[in-house]
């Protein structure tokens, strides 16, 4: 007699046999005649990637030995390349050109990072490998910090919040925070109004995970929320990051995509190692 379970153990495992084989699949190289871009670059024997530093996930390395970029941006695009027999190219982009490029046909792919937004979203399709979100910080010896048990927890009136005009946490410091006491300041160039919280005259205020870590080395005493792993797992006003490409080629997409999520713990381990550098 066979036991259901069994039955269960055996389709479980063929299951899981069977979504390996589809991601190693997926992984495969397109067939010639399956995406007309991978068919070009294969054909002009190049992958040209447009390129402008955005660290932690594009540094350029200016020292002139080993590779002229590094980051997990790069790296993806080196796998990229090796799958398709073809040479890595870089092409220097700016912040203006390095959406418009990919519709002129100037890149396959531009890897300097790119946050994924609505109207980015209607003209190229990402390849997302990374996000970004915001830390909340502030005096570690200040006890509205000290005693916060959660960002919530700053959604009060006895809370002054700093903030730069104009700045993209603007917005996101309003909506969040409608309780608390907000206090908006003029950009002095920094990552966040530091200096604010250092004269007293805000409890906290609001900055992007990445430039927290730098900013907590370089200033003493400060203190991030969520604290856990130095807020870098925040969640709060979360949004992706990846590269990019030209709308309308799907089979490229997706196999750009499968390559990236299978290296993924790679790309992440790369990430953690640039922010702890910076």
């Not at 005649?33 to 390395?61: Q, T």
């Not at 006890?143 to 104009?166: M, Q, R």
Request: proline share 6%; net charge negative; charged share 20%.
């Amino acid at each position: 007699m066979i036991h259901f379970s069994k039955l269960r153990i055996v389709a479980s495992v063929a299951a899981g046999l069977a979504l390996m084989a589809s991601a190693a699949f997926a992984q495969e190289v397109p067939a010639a005649g399956a995406s007309a871009r991978i068919d070009a670059i294969k054909a002009a024997g190049e992958l040209r990637v447009g390129v402008l530093a955005n660290p932690p996930w594009l540094v350029e390395d200016t020292t002139g030995a080993g590779e002229p970029w590094r980051g997990p941006a790069w790296t993806l695009a080196i796998a990229y390349a090796e799958k398709l027999g073809v040479t890595l190219v870089p092409v220097a982009v700016s912040h203006e050109t390095k959406v418009p490029v990919l519709a002129a046909n100037q890149v396959d792919m531009t890897i300097s990072p790119l946050s994924m937004t609505k109207k980015r979203m209607e003209v190229v399709d990402f390849i997302t490998y990374s996000r970004t979100s915001l830390c909340v910080f502030g005096k570690a010896s200040n006890p509205k910090v000290a005693n916060a048990k959660s960002v919530d927890d700053f959604d009060n009136p006895d809370v002054t919040i700093a903030y730069f005009t104009g700045g993209g946490e603007e917005n996101w410091v309003k909506e969040r925070f409608p309780k608390a006491t907000l206090r908006g300041v003029t950009s002095a160039g920094t990552a966040a109004p530091v200096e604010e919280i250092m004269a007293g005259r805000a409890d906290v205020a609001p900055i992007n995970r990445i430039p927290y870590v730098a900013l907590a080395r370089k200033v003493k005493g400060l203190e991030a929320l969520p604290r856990e792993n130095s807020c870098q797992d925040s969640t709060e006003a979360v949004n992706e990051i990846g590269l990019a490409v030209d709308k309308n080629q799907p089979e490229y997409v997706e196999w750009l995509r499968a390559v990236a999520e299978k290296m993924l713990p790679e790309l992440q381990a790369q990430e953690e190692a640039e922010v702890a550098n910076m």
